[in-house]
């Protein structure tokens, strides 16, 4: 671990941080959504598969890999080829593109945060709720002072980061992770009693066979898990650097899993009834976040609070994975330039206010999209070979048994050189050829 890092207090620490940068808009949005789009429970069951044989593993290997070099992806991948006695520039390259691809990422999230941030306060204020027309309120605030609500969301995120990680990142997502989960199951009650949620009950539960057997279900359940868990080489290398030697990383994984696998449950038994119960298009994208949910909150008692509440949680959830982006950046910039770590997130918070209002001008926020498409499985398959594949096993059976009292399965290392690589070579390449 580098001089200028703290660590984690305890595995906690390290669980509900991880689980912080993986609980995010893909749990709350993009999760409920493929679950309507994919036919219910014919996504649900691909996803779970994927969760537990591929991204479980994947969390293990770059928590494991940031914890063995006490590193970022930078350092780590250069470390890992040095310990082999290769050139470690190579893997400082691909270190970099980890980096770059959390920045870009990062930017693009920034944006809908922002956009979360004003629904927040229109929600507080009146304004959102009393909305005639939600459609029309979602490009006023498209439109409106976006400079504003960026720099109030980069802020926030740097005010937490800027903290440390013990005082600061930690300390955040022990106190908004839990508070997602509560407020998003306090809001799953409520919508038991709403008229038809039933419908949507039903058809969450009823696997729709022709999507079950259809590749791209699987293939897009695959993407929303390392979407989810933030398996791209960059965000849990950072936090498994941060962890202890004494903390079980099979254990903490485990945790890290069920805590975002609840975190997109709750949140679909919240959406998908809701939206069955006022006759709403359950495959409306972007827009059932922001103009699909608060036209059922207008519809029901209490409704300006329950919107509140709502906004609470997807904020809370958003705000700690944008806090994981930012630290990838943060670290490498304290590690490579040697500043404190003050001006290293001034100067991520100044760099992600103004590349956004770039793409919010410009209007090119098809390039992240291209970006994630490609390069995230990419990242995370860099990540994958480099520490079940060059790292040496013997030292890959060490990191993963430290701090564990029972001896680890002999599973988990050929789960990760042969299933969890191959499959991720498989993903990316039929990414590239576009297969829909």
């Known amino acids: ?30 999760f409920p959504y493929r679950v309507g789009e994919l036919g219910g429970a014919a996504f649900i069951i ?35 080829l040095e310990i082999r006695g290769k050139n470690g520039k190579i893997g400082e390259i691909f270190g970099w593109t980890c980096v770059l691809v959390s920045l870009i990422q990062a930017v693009g999230y920034t944006l809908v945060v922002s956009w979360v941030v004003r629904f927040l306060v229109g929600s507080a204020t009146g304004s959102a709720f009393n909305a005639t027309d939600s459609s029309q309120y979602f490009d006023f605030v498209n439109n409106s002072q976006p400079l504003l609500w960026i720099i109030i969301t980069v802020l926030t995120a740097g005010i937490a980061i800027v903290k440390g990680i013990e005082k600061g990142i930690e300390r955040c997502c022990k106190f908004m992770i839990p508070a997602v989960i ?18 949507g009950y039903k058809y969450l539960l009823t696997p729709r066979w022709e999507f079950l057997f259809d590749p791209r ?11 989810s868990l933030s398996i791209r080489g960059s965000t ?15 254990s903490s994984a485990k945790n890290i899993v069920v805590l975002d696998t609840m975190a997109s449950i709750i949140a679909t038994l ?100 291209i970006l994630e498409i490609h390069l995230i499985p990419f990242c995370a398959l860099v990540s994958g070979i480099f520490f079940f594949w060059i790292v040496p096993k013997s030292m890959v059976f060490q990191e993963i048994q430290s ?26 390449i039929l990414n590239i050829l576009q297969v829909k």
């Open 1 to 30: 671990m580098s001089a200028i890092q703290d660590s984690f207090s305890s595995k906690w620490g390290l669980i509900f941080a991880a689980a912080g940068s993986a609980i995010g808009l893909g749990n709350i949005w993009l």
């Open 46 to 80: 691909p996803y779970i598969t994927c969760l537990l044989v591929l991204g479980f593993i994947a969390v293990i290997g770059e928590v494991s890999i940031g914890r063995l070099t006490g590193s970022g992806p930078v350092g780590a991948f250069k470390k890992v």
């Open 182 to 199: 509560i407020l998003l199951l306090v809001l799953a009650i409520r919508v038991i009693f709403l008229p038809h949620a039933l419908e």
């Open 217 to 227: 279900t699987w293939m897009l359940a695959l993407g929303q898990v390392f979407y």
């Open 236 to 250: 849990m290398v950072v936090y498994g650097s941060y962890s202890n030697k004494s903390d079980d990383i099979i």
């Open 270 to 369: 919240l959406i998908i009834p809701a939206v069955f119960a006022f006759g709403k298009d359950i495959k409306a994208g972007p827009a059932l976040m922001f103009i699909t949910m608060p036209d059922i909150f207008k519809g029901i008692p209490l409704g300006q609070f329950f919107m509140f509440i709502f906004f609470i949680a997807v904020f809370s959830a958003a705000i700690t994975s944008l806090i994981g982006m930012f630290e990838v950046v943060v670290e490498v910039m304290q590690n490579k330039l040697k500043i404190s770590r003050l001006w290293a997130v001034a100067a991520v918070c100044v760099i992600t206010a103004f590349m956004c209002n770039i793409f919010v001008v410009g209007n090119i926020r098809c390039v992240i999209d």
């Open 403 to 428: 701090g564990r009292s029972k001896p680890i399965g002999t599973w988990t290392i050929p789960i990760g050189r042969y299933v969890l690589c191959s499959i991720v070579i498989i993903v990316y």
